[in-house]
């Protein structure tokens, strides 16, 4: 199928969406299921210092680009837009080794979400929890419930509000504690670790880059592919390092606050900015958990125009993101399945290293890179050259 004529008509896909849509994409799954309450940040670049930690998330950023340049550029080329399709092609029958970690893993963030829905709408407005965590999956299941329009609208829109608000935390942050952040910045600190903690990172949060496959779509050319996967690195940790660095005011001792974000915004003392600041978090949960669930409804999508040729209607979506909501952040946390995947989540991680990453940067490179029998008489192309093409 031709991505283009598919989904665009006659105008074709824009700029955005060839180019930034898949960043701002990728953004969303790392972001809400990651550091946007700055824990991440404490626990995985803190414990190298400030210049190590520094390091370690240009390498994720690195990571990030590669296998989302190579992962769209392999879904354009077997016009593969959900996973299930893209792992059939790159592991053939290990396709649902994949998919049965993809179904634990949607299981804990969707339970995690809930959550930190709960706890916020509980801090914002001294509510119950459950009606925090209820909002949140009813927001999911209605922006899941219209597909792909509705979710590449709120990828795009809640990324405007995101990088807005921490741009405007780091200008707040550095007018009150600039000069705690420089004179730390200079402070000795041990390096130690800063590669293990990137690559420990990036392995975390890869599995976005098959989460968004959907918005790969609209890419025109296998050139678009690489680029828009380069790009999708930094606009995925750009926040991160903004963020990052106003944490560097008060190390070492941030690294131990549960919820490094919430200390911070008490530090500023502006109570208007920090509830802006908690609604940026709920609009990233949401934008997280929609993009999960969206890629569940669209590899059941593709399965049912493959048998009977015709799409999931949008009441379908709305019914099995609402079952999948329930299921997740209830009856998991309830039977403590969450702790049980949660002591696991490293273990999920290699995994997804092991059938996602290894056999992309292997059998995937290879393909993309491999010429047809009536290119032989060409001359030979490198590996980068290969997969622009």
């Not at 970690?101 to 929890?129: D, E, K, N, Q, R």
């Not at 809640?158 to 952040?181: E, K, N, Q, T, W």
């Not at 802006?276 to 997280?288: C, D, G, N, P, V």
């Amino acid at each position: 199928m031709n991505p283009v004529s598919a989904t665009a008509g006659n105008a074709g896909p824009s700029w955005f969406q060839r180019f930034l849509l898949p960043g701002f994409a990728f953004k969303a799954v790392v972001i809400g299921g990651g550091y946007a309450t700055g824990r991440e940040l404490a626990e995985f670049f803190l414990p190298s210092g400030p210049w190590g930690g520094l390091a370690a998330m240009l390498l994720a950023t690195l990571l990030w680009s590669l296998i989302c340049a190579v992962t769209f550029a392999f879904a354009h080329k077997m016009g593969t837009f959900e996973y299930r399709s893209f792992f059939e092609k790159l592991l053939g029958p290990g396709w649902i080794a994949f998919e049965i970690g993809y179904v634990l893993f949607v299981t804990l963030i969707l339970a995690v979400f809930g959550a930190a829905a709960g706890a916020i709408g509980s801090a914002m407005f001294g509510l119950p929890p459950i009606i925090g965590t209820l909002f949140l999956a009813a927001s999911i299941a209605l922006f899941a419930t219209f597909g792909n329009a509705s979710v590449e609208r709120l990828f795009k829109y809640v990324s405007f509000l995101l990088y807005g608000v921490y741009a405007l935390f780091m200008v707040l942050a550095l007018s009150d504690f600039g000069d705690l952040i420089a004179t730390n910045f200079r402070i000795p600190a041990p390096s130690d670790g800063w590669a293990l903690g990137g690559l420990t990172y990036a392995s975390y949060n890869v599995i976005g880059a098959v989460v968004i496959l959907p918005v790969v779509r609209h890419m025109t050319s296998r050139r678009d592919a690489v680029i828009s996967g380069i790009v999708a690195g930094p606009l995925a940790m750009a926040p991160a390092i903004l963020f990052f660095i106003c944490m560097i005011a008060f190390y070492p001792a941030i690294m131990h606050e549960t919820l490094p974000s919430d200390f911070m915004l008490k530090q500023l003392e502006l109570p208007l900015f920090h509830l802006l600041f908690q609604a940026m978090i709920f609009a990233a949960l949401l934008e997280s958990g929609t993009g999960s669930v969206h890629a569940i409804n669209e590899r059941i999508d593709a399965a049912m125009r493959a048998r009977w040729h015709r799409p999931l209607s949008n009441r379908a979506r709305g019914i099995i993101a609402a079952g999948m909501l329930i299921g997740c952040m209830f009856v998991a946390d309830r039977f403590g399945l969450v702790a049980l995947i949660s002591s696991g989540y490293r273990a999920l991680a290699y995994i997804f290293l092991a059938i996602y990453v290894v056999p992309l940067l292997t059998i995937g490179v290879f393909r993309l890179i491999r010429r047809h029998p009536a290119e032989k008489k060409q001359a030979p192309q490198g590996v980068v050259e290969g997969i622009i093409s």
